[in-house]
């Protein structure tokens, strides 16, 4: 719980949209708005790849925690769905090389 605060803090004190910073720093936290949903990502680097964890909510409601295990080139995307008609909100994390990268792609490119 204490770390879920941090992180919040962290999001209240730099602001920061997806995809208007390429690079994302180890353990600094980055707010995510995708379309209704808002939340926060970090991540660190361990022996194994690039954990990130994503924690999303939607209007203040009980959030939800995702994490996923990056390896160069990969990458892991939230998105919510529109209108009937809308495009989805996207955000994708993806790591390039020793990078990580938050954007808001135009569409959902499946490996």
Do not use: C, W
């Amino acid at each position: 719980m204490a770390v879920a605060a941090g992180l919040v803090a962290v999001a209240v004190i730099a602001p920061v949209r997806a995809a208007e910073k390429g690079g994302l720093r180890p353990a600094t936290a980055q707010t995510i708005n995708i379309g209704y949903v808002r939340g926060v990502a970090y991540y660190t680097p361990q022996s194994d790849g690039y954990h990130v964890v994503a924690t999303l909510s939607v209007g203040g409601g009980a959030p939800i925690r995702v994490g996923a295990t990056l390896q160069p080139e990969q990458a892991v995307s939230f998105s919510v769905p529109g209108a009937e008609g809308a495009t989805a909100s996207l955000v994708e994390i993806a790591r390039r090389g020793d990078e990580l990268v938050v954007s808001n792609p135009s569409r959902l490119v499946l490996n």
